[in-house]
Structure formats: C-alpha cells, structure tokens
C-alpha cells in the first residue's frame, strides 16, 4: 500500500505574480510520494482486516528478533560484564596510571567515611558501630556490581533521618528491636532496587523533577542540623522531622543548657567550615575537605584524654567501666540453665523459656473462680466492666528475672523486676508526683513509708516503744509479722478503682489510673532475649512509679479495717505508757508490704485478726504468706523459756493421733502465781495452731540466729548496749558508719583517697562520649523480625525513593565528567546487591553519598578499586581503632554531620529557578515547606506528586501553534513569535507540539474550535461576517497517536464536513501514518489531502480557492446546494482576481465603492 502525497507540478504559486496564469493553475497535478511500506506486502491484503492485534504481534516478534540478535552478537567479555559490571574496569586497567591514584582517592574517603558513619549511626538511632558496619561490606559489594567508577557508597544524612524518623515511631530507640529493623529495612531496601533494576524501571526517577529534588534536600539538612542541636546544648529535644517541633523543644529545654558541649561543638564545626572552604577554594589544599571529618575527631578525643581524665562515661550513663564489667559479671552469673516449676525441673531453652511465660502469665491473671472463704463462708469480689488503652508500645514491659539467692533454681527464687518505656515512665512519673501530694491526707499514721512529711524510722521507733513498754509492765502479749504473698502481684484492680473511687478521686483521675495499670504487656527476658507477649488482669508492675503509691492505698484497707476493729474492743494493741492501762494504744504498724501487729495474748483476739486478714484478702486479692509470717510472744513467761530460737516441730512432741498433740516446752525456772493465768492462756492458744512445715509459725522468743535485722534482735541490742536515753542515737551512729564503710570501699577500688577528695570538689566537665564500641569484622546473621515486614513496605520504599534519587543523580554527573556511559538499571542492581549482602552484616540501609563522591572524584579515582580500598581502610578501623572511638565527643559527631549536610542547603538553586522558571520554583518552594512542616515523608509525597502532577498536565496541555508564512520564504513559524509572518483567508495553519493521545485529545479539540471561533464568528441564523474553509495540522512534532486520538479526530472531520470545513494533514511521520492508515482515518479525510510540507498543503488549498471562482455557478465538491460566502463574493464583484494576489495579499480584491461592508473580513490579515 502507498500514499501519494498531493503536490502541486506547476511553479510555485505563492512566488507567482503573473494574474494570466490562472488557466495553468486552474487544474492540479499530483505527484506520488512513495513510504517505505505502510505494511509488508506479504500482509498488504489483510492489513485492513488485522486491526491492532496483528500490529501487537508483528512489535512482539520485532521486538524478540531484536533481542535474539543482540544476544547472538554478544561476546564472553561481554556476557561477564553482563553479570560482573566490574570487569569493564578491571578488563582496561591501566595499572601504572591508575594504581597509584585509586589507592590515594580510596585512603582519602576511608579517612572521611570513617567518623561520618559512626555520626550517621547515631543520626539513625543506632550504636556508632552499625555505621561502621554499613560502611564496611556494601562497599566490596557495590564495587563488584555497581556501574559507576566514583560513587562512594556507604551511610547517607537523609536515609538515616528517614530510619529514625520511622523506627522511632515503632519501638523505642532503645531496645535491641530497633536494630532488628533497621537491619530488616536494609534487606527490604535491597530487594526493591534488585526488582527495579531486573525489570528495568530507572526511566521512573525521569519523572521527578530537579528542582523537587534541591527542594527535599535544602529542607532535610535544615531538619538533620536541627535535630543535632542537643549534642550542641547539652540537653535532649524531642525527636522529630518537622521543624516546629524541635524549635519548640530547644527554646522549652533551655534551662539544661550546658556550657562545654556547645563551646566544643562550635570549635570543632567551625574548623570543619574552614577546612572544607579552603578544599574547595585552593586546589593544593583539597585533601582538607577529606581530612576534615578525621582532625575533628582526633581534636575532640585529644581534648577529652587531656582535660577530661577522670570522667570518662558511657553515653546517657554516668556509670564508670568498672561497674559494667561487674553487670556483665552478673548477667552472666545469672545466667538461667535451668528452672524448677511445680517441681519438674526443665533444662531445655525453649521449655525454659515456655514455663516461665506459662508462669507469669497465670501470675498476673485474676481467676473467674477464685473467692475467698473462711469457714464456709464465701466473698464475692467486686466486679467492673469498664476498660480503657494505650498503644502497645507505650506500655510494654520488660519482666527482667533478678535471682533472690545464688544458684536459683526454683522459678520463685527469683523476683520479677518490670523495665518499662521511658514514655511510659515520664507519663507515671507525673501522676506519681501529683499524687504524692494528697498522700498524707488519706493514709493513716500507722503507715510512715512514701508519704510526705513522715520517715520510716519513726515506725521503727515506735515499734520499740511498744515492745519496752510491754517489758517493763509484765504483761503477755503478742507481735505478729506479717508477710503479704505476692504483693504487687496479687492485687485486684476491680477493688483498687472501687477504693480509688471512695476515696474521693475524679473520673479523670482514675480513667488515667486504670489506663496506665491495665494497659500493660508483658514479655519476659530469659537470658537477655525477650520471650512471649502477654497482657494481665490484676497486680502492679515493680519498678512502676506509681505501684509503691497504689499499693499504700490499698494497705490502708487494712489499717483501716484493725482500727474499726480496735475501735469494737475485738482486738487491744500494746499501751506505750507508764504501764498496760495508761498510754497510747497501738494497734498495728505498716511498713508496705510488711505489717506488725499488736494484740493480748487471748484467743479471741487472734481469732480476731484472722477475721481481719480474711475479709482484707477478700477485698483486695491480698493474703498473708504464711511462710514468712512470724508470731513474736512477749512476757516473762518467754524470758525465761530454754529455747527462744525453737520452731513449732521443735516443741511439738510426736503424736498417738492428729487430735493429741503435746507441746513439749523447757523453763529455766517454776512459774509465779501471777503468771499461772497468762501462761495457761497463751500456752492454750499454741496448742491450737497447727504447725505448717519448716518454716511456719516460728516462736521469735530473742535474737535473730542469723545475725539479721529485726524488731526483737534490734531491741536486745539497744537493751544491752551502753546506757543511752534514747535509741536513735545508736541507729543514727550504725547508718554513718555503714555509709562510710561504703564510701571508703568505692574509694579504694577506683583510686587514692587525696584524688577522690581533689575530684569531688572541682570543677567537672560534663561531656558525652560515643562509649564502648565492639572490636572486629561483622558476623554473618540472618535478619530477624519478619513480622513487621509488612507494615515497613511503605518506609522501604520512600527510603529506596531516597537512596535512587540520591545515587543516581550523582553518579550520572560523574560519569560525564569521566567520559563513560553509566547505566542506570545496573546501578540500582548493584545498590540493591549491596544492601541486600550488608544486611546478613549488620548493615543498614546505604546508598550514594553526595560529600563523598565528590571527594571521591576530586582525589582523581578511575575505578571501583578506590572503593575497595575504602572498604579495606573501615575494616582496619573495625579491627584496631575501635577502642580509641570509646572517647569521641558526641558533640564532634554532631558537628561532623552539620558540616556535612550544609553543603545540601541549595539556595543558589532556588535564585536560579525564579530567574529562569517560575513553576520549577514553585515546585522547589512546595517541596521545601511541605518537607519542613509536615515532615520528611509527606514532603516527599508532596514533592513527587507535584512533579508527576506538572508533568501531567504540561502533557495533557500541549502547545499548539498558529502558524504564519515568513516574508518571502516557504517556512511557517509560530505567529506569536514571529510578528512579521503572516496567514491566509479562508485557511488555519495548527501545529501540535506533543503526542496526541487520550489525555489530551479534548484539550487539542477545544483549542482548533478556538482558532475556528477566532475566525469565522458566524452562528447558524446570524449573517455570515468572515468563516474559514480549510484547517491544516502540522503533526511533525506528533511521535504517537493512540486509539481515542483517532476517534476523535474522526468526530473532528464529521463536525468540520457539516460546516464546509476541510481537514488537511501535512508532515506525520511513519508510525502516526501507520495508525492513521489501520484506522481508516486516511480513507476518511482523502488521501488527496496528505502532504509532505505545510506549503504544499497551502497552495492546494488556495488553489481550491481559485477553483471556487470558476464554479460559482455549480456547488464544488465541498459544499453543498447552498451558495458559500466565497460565490457569493465571486458573483457580486465579477472581477478576475488571480489566486498569487490572494495568497500573497498585495491587492485587495474588494476595494470598488459598491463592496459590501460585512465581507471586508476577507481580506488577508497579517498577523
């Protein structure tokens, strides 16, 4: 199939000036025009019945072939640069060239990547050392299967304050999770850029501008700096990537503004400037830049050995070495090999790990069917449906099991500690402080312990008191210690709120007591290693600010409840007075979750107490251990017994039967008669206890055997000591002494008593340091934590956005300036590669580094043997220099990074975008604001989508010209810019300057109804005033139509054909052609109306302008019965106007003095 194009044989019209050449104008030539074929001539016949389908075959099997012969002609060289791009450098290596400048440039960024990858770690939220680690292995990796010869890979500013700003929502900072995603993001990083370079998507990062880019970066340094500004000031800010929030929390934190840190910080920051100016200004003095980040280190840690000796910390820990070498001693002499529940002893890990969750877990759970009873008698508990949440995260714990003896092995050997979040901590510490305040107003005398205004040793006071009045009157009495089982465990919240709620707090109030009590989940640390995730119905959390507190409410229940039964003269406490009948009574004193009780040696008033307990367990949960639980007779009667340290089992003889038992107890003397009723009495209520084991109802008769301290043994003390009027001189005296014992020890073990007296009144200067730092090569691990895989896919991929925009751009300008084509799918498979490999060694997520490949290419690097050795330079900082990093200044760190992203606030960029284009600057201002404001990750969004939404709509809102002839030239221009060119009655002349498909068809149609209302702005009932006839479309600059394009340029010819408009096609290229021709819009229009040049279309047209003269009388081909504005021009002058004077305009076909005013319009117009 061929198109012949229409072009007219005879002499150009439009340079004609002859009027008498009008017969030989008046017919027109075609001249054909072949195009190498439309369709194969083999497909010739079926290409109209074909369609699409056979025009998608044919591109797949083009496109196949094309792939066959291309990998036919591929050598073995070229299949192993395929797969290892790194043999097309290794392959031309010029060894005396080269060598010498690879192994400087690769030295001068290891000396850099060195201290920025620990700054970028703790940028990150991570330990300095998994930056060391990132800088380490992806390295070797991405000189391997990277295509750029300059790109410095390694730890970046902006993806590290992407992983913070992310993690940092998820799980605190902290815990050893945080690292595990971190890791894990690496991974996920990784396996995006591999898809994306195996499916060849690099044509995506096209579609953001640069400006977008200069925009996110500028605002990201701003937030980076920011959030190193408590380096600099001594105190924390909050973590944040908005800028409102962290300048909000640097002016709210003013007060901890500390000295040396910002004096250091400033120093150092700016001898970091000037090296770096001076780099970059004097070409001699360029290793500056790269020896900047090392000299700041080196400075710092010299000034912290030198004038800092004796203070050498832990970050965030004021701890010396020595006591973590003793916690590391202890964690791992606690180190549980096996556990004994129920008496089954388990010895297997996970069976540890499974037992000792299944054991906590039923701990703090309140069962549905447990009620206290107490002969027969049940209490029912109060119950409450109310329930309210945190976030989980804000309320985890961390059960760490402290053993309460060496060698524990029964699982109640050792005590649950909670470790709880610092969120969690802060909110509880508020409320604990405010509810100190109302303390001493709801807990009774008897309890001194946490309550303002009171101290603990005036309960110890009292209590020996109450003892040698007792003594000095003779009278038998009883002192029971008891002993709450499972304390904070066992308490029931349902009991808690109720009391809460009778003790006059607010709904508000409680709704945050019960929020922060409820909330709670448990993993319990078995070794280190958190396992299982629980929540619990009842019990309060150690190590909660606010349990010790709660605790003493609910233990005033109990204080409560002896005094109404004291009141009731159920039960009479010891007088502390002149003798047993006149004094203050004393009931009960309460020391937390050790109680002592007073009472007469009478059975009914045990009975009493035991009354008490129960109905205290039955509110509260609460029960006594009786285990622990001592029964202390005080009398003569106990004075002068044989055995003061006797058990029950000791004195109780054997047995005939269960109902006949006798105590066998020894006297040093016979009794008195006085005493014969009192030792009856008591002695008939010990034969009704029953003993209860080993350690049950010991009789405390006198001092403790085991040299500990308690209320009997303390008593003899004071009692035998040297005369003193009263006995808190001796207490007060003991406290001093162990104190100093205490201190002269610390003394000893750290250094001479002179320098600890020189230290401790000095001046210190308070600097945090890195810490420790592990020494040696990363360890191949698998990444952990799988679970949250799914819901970090959006953070991997903003953060893979990132790392492409960051890498690829930089390392395109580098390969241009190098002379070498960089391939970009390659490059981002060799990013993914090396993320994915440095995730198994503890790397996180690493890309392109700015700074770096700058310097990279300024030492004059060739090849990625420069990265290696920069690789080989951080494992030699891993193996050997990581116990000098102990000392590095945090405030150094900080200042490496400030010095490094200043170079990132682009505002050179942004004068230049508003002198040349406003909508890339109004692009750069959207993404710079929104990146500030609102944060990285919706800056990014923002910035993208505005750059996706300019390209949309410049491609949906093409430009269209109107077209003019040039003076004395066949060349058409754009009217607008060429004022002097000049168009055609009758005729339009469009151009359309993109693509034609679906998104802007509707767009090119509006606008040529535009240009025909421009012209002929006739309507259908009104008089005609100036029309046209002819709409060329120049389509040159069209590279593709698709389907709804075709449609719509049919309904376009069927709307022109009804008003006697024709369409004529100049200039489509091949493929626009083919769709045109499988469509059948070149059958539609006429094929008579393609041309190959605009002025071949134009002098057709005029010379069917001239044929409307001759056949005024007969309706020509395009027009129908109804005489046409143009034969009713013709009929009414008569006059023989010749086709070059229209087409030229030098004449002016209706200047007689009967012309009508209304077809004045008709004449040529310059544009």
């Known amino acids: 199939m061929e198109i012949t194009y229409a072009s007219p044989s005879a002499p150009n019209l439009a340079d004609s000036g002859d009027s008498n050449s009008n017969s030989s104008m008046a017919t027109t030539l075609t001249r054909p025009v072949k195009i190498i074929p439309l369709l194969h001539p083999n497909t010739a016949s079926s290409s109209s019945g074909s369609g699409s389908g056979s025009g998608s075959g044919s591109f797949l099997s083009a496109l196949f072939s094309k792939w066959k012969t291309k990998v036919r002609r591929m050598s073995w060289h070229n299949w192993i640069e395929l797969f290892l791009p790194c043999y097309r450098w290794i392959r031309t290596y010029k060894w005396r060239e080269y060598l010498q400048v690879d192994l400087m440039s690769g030295t001068t960024v290891g000396v850099m990547l060195v201290p920025q990858a620990m700054s970028y770690a703790k940028l990150a939220g991570l330990d300095p050392i998994y930056g060391l680690y990132s800088g380490f292995v992806p390295l070797f990796v991405y000189a391997i299967f990277g295509s750029s010869r300059q790109l410095a890979v390694g730890p970046v500013a902006l993806v590290s304050l992407l992983v913070s700003n992310v993690l940092g929502g998820i799980v605190d900072s902290s815990d050893e999770l945080y690292t595990e995603l971190a890791i894990l993001l690496a991974l996920m990083v990784g396996i995006l850029e591999c898809i994306m370079g195996l499916l060849r998507l690099g044509w995506l990062i096209r579609f953001i501008s640069h400006s977008v880019i200069s925009g996110f970066t500028s605002a990201s340094a ?24 962290l300048i909000e929390s640097i002016i709210a934190g003013a007060d901890g503004f500390s000295w040396p840190p910002f004096v250091m910080g400033s120093i150092i920051l700016a001898i970091l400037v000037i090296m770096k100016h001076l780099g970059k200004s004097r070409k001699y003095l360029r290793f500056l830049r790269a020896a900047g980040p090392l000299t700041a280190v080196v400075l710092g840690t010299t000034f912290v050995k030198i004038f800092h000796p004796a203070s050498i910390s832990l970050e965030e820990d004021n701890n010396t070495r020595f006591f973590h070498r003793v916690a590391n001693s202890h964690r791992r002499t606690n180190h549980i090999r096996g556990i004994e529940v129920d008496g089954v002893l388990y010895e297997d890990e996970e069976v540890v790990r499974s037992k000792v969750v299944q054991f906590y ?40 099991l402290i053993p309460k003896k060496n060698n524990a092995l029964k699982i109640k050997d050792f005590r649950p500690i909670s470790l709880v979040g610092s969120v969690y901590k802060l909110l509880s510490k508020v409320l604990a402080n405010r509810l100190r305040l109302v303390l001493d107003k709801l807990i009774s005398e008897p309890q001194n312990s946490f309550v303002g205004g009171r101290q603990i040793l005036d309960s110890v006071l009292i209590a020996n008191e109450c003892l040698d009045s007792r003594l000095k009157c003779r009278a038998p009495g009883v002192v029971c210690k008891l002993d709450i089982e ?19 707090f607010g709904g508000r109030w409680r709704s945050w007591l019960k929020t922060c009590i409820t909330t709670v989940r448990f993993s319990v640390l078995v070794n280190g290693s958190p396992t299982g995730f629980f929540g619990s119905s009842r019990g309060l959390r150690q190590d909660d600010p606010l349990s010790s507190l709660l605790f003493l409410l609910i233990m005033e229940v109990l204080s409560r409840i002896l005094k109404k039964t004291e009141e009731g003269g159920l039960i009479q406490g010891f007088h502390v007075g002149p003798n047993n009948h006149i004094g203050i009574p004393i009931s009960h004193l309460l020391f937390v979750d050790d109680t002592i009780l007073f009472c007469d040696a009478f059975r009914e008033q045990i009975f009493s107490i035991r009354l008490v307990l129960t109905c205290f367990q039955a509110f509260t949960g609460l029960k006594v251990n009786v285990g622990k639980s001592e029964i202390v007779p005080i009398g003569e009667l106990f004075l002068c017994s044989a055995n003061k340290e006797a058990y029950v089992s000791e004195v109780l003889s054997p047995a005939v039967s269960d109902n006949d038992r006798v105590w066998s107890l020894s006297f040093f003397r016979d009794f008195n008669d006085w005493e014969l009723a009192a030792s009856y009495s008591l002695l008939h209520f010990i034969q009704t206890r029953i003993p ?56 000893e073990k750290t250094e001479p008593q002179t320098s600890a007296y020189k230290h401790a009144f000095a001046f210190t200067l308070v600097l945090k340091q890195v810490g420790d730092i592990p020494q040696g090569l990363p360890k191949f691990s698998i990444p952990k934590s799988f679970g949250y895989a799914l819901s970090l896919i959006p953070t991997a991929a903003l953060i893979t956005g990132v790392a492409i925009l960051e890498s690829v751009g930089i390392a395109k300008a580098l390969a241009a300036k190098n002379g070498y084509e960089l391939d970009s799918n390659q490059e981002l498979f060799g990013l993914g590669v090396a993320n994915v490999i440095g995730s198994f060694f503890s790397s996180y997520p690493t890309t392109g580094s700015f700074s770096r490949s700058a310097v990279n290419h300024e030492s004059g690097a060739k090849t990625g043997l420069a990265g290696i050795v920069t690789a080989i330079i951080m494992g030699c900082a ?45 692009l750069w201002t959207i993404t710079c604001i929104t990146t500030l404001f609102l944060g990285i990750e919706i800056g990014v969004l923002v910035g993208v989508g505005a750059s996706l939404a300019f390209v949309i709509h410049e491609s949906a809102n093409p430009h269209i010209a109107v077209l003019g002839r040039l003076p004395g030239t066949t060349v058409y221009r754009n009217s607008k810019q060429y004022p002097e060119a000049y168009t055609y009655n009758g005729i339009v002349i469009v151009r359309i300057d993109a693509p034609i498909y679906f998104a802007n068809i509707s767009y ?6 535009e240009y025909e209302v421009d012209v002929d702005r006739s309507t259908s009932r009104g008089p005609e005033v100036e029309r046209i006839y002819f709409v060329i479309i120049e389509l040159a600059p069209v590279t593709y139509i698709d389907s709804s394009a075709v449609q719509a340029l049919k309904d376009l010819y069927q709307e022109y054909k009804l008003r006697d408009i024709q369409i004529a096609i ?102």
Not at 361 to 382: Q, V
Not at 486 to 504: C, I, P, Q, T
Not at 893 to 899: F, K, N, T
Not at 1004 to 1009: N, P, T, V
């Open 878 to 922: 891993l193996l050997f220099l990581t116990p000098l990093f102990e000392y590095i200044p945090q405030c150094v760190l900080a200042a490496i990074v400030i010095s490094a992203v200043m170079g990132l606030v682009d505002y050179n960029e942004a004068i230049f975008l508003w002198r040349v284009d406003k909508k890339d600057f109004l």
């Open 486 to 504: 499972k304390a904070y465990d066992h308490v029931n919240w349902d009991s808690l709120f109720y009391l809460l709620e009778r003790m006059g």
């Open 1066 to 1167: 100049s200039n489509p290229n091949r493929e626009v052609l083919l769709t045109l021709s499988r469509s059948g819009v070149v059958e539609l229009i006429g094929k008579e109306w393609y041309f190959v040049r605009v002025h071949d279309a134009v002098q057709v047209c005029l010379q069917h302008v001239q044929s409307l003269k001759e056949t005024s009388k007969t309706p020509g081909p395009l027009l129908d019965d109804k005489p046409t504005l143009f034969q009713r021009l013709l009929r009414q002058r008569g006059e023989d106007v010749s086709v070059s004077v229209l087409e030229s305009g030098s004449q002016n076909p209706l200047t007689s003095k009967d012309s009508d005013p209304q077809l004045e319009p008709l004449l040529s117009r310059k544009s």
């Open 692 to 747: 209860r084991g080993d350690g049950g109802d010991r009789l405390r008769w006198g001092l403790n055997g085991s040299g500990k301290f308690d209320i009997r043994s303390f008593y003899h003390k004071i009692r035998n000591a040297a005369p003193s009027t009263f006995p808190c001189s001796f207490f007060v005296d003991l406290y001093a002494s162990v104190v100093w014992d205490r201190l002269g020890h610390a003394r």
């Open 1004 to 1009: 090119i149609k509006d606008r040529l109804r």
């Open 361 to 400: 877990r039923s701990l703090y759970t309140e069962s549905d069917t447990w009620r206290p009873s107490m002969d027969g008698l049940e209490f029912a508990c109060i119950e409450e449906d109310e329930s309210s949440k945190f976030e989980r995260f804000l309320n985890a714990s961390f059960l760490s």
């Open 222 to 245: 701003v937030v980076i700096a920011l959030s190193q500004a408590k380096y600099f000031l001594g105190y924390d800010i909050v973590r944040s990537s908005k800028i409102v929030p």
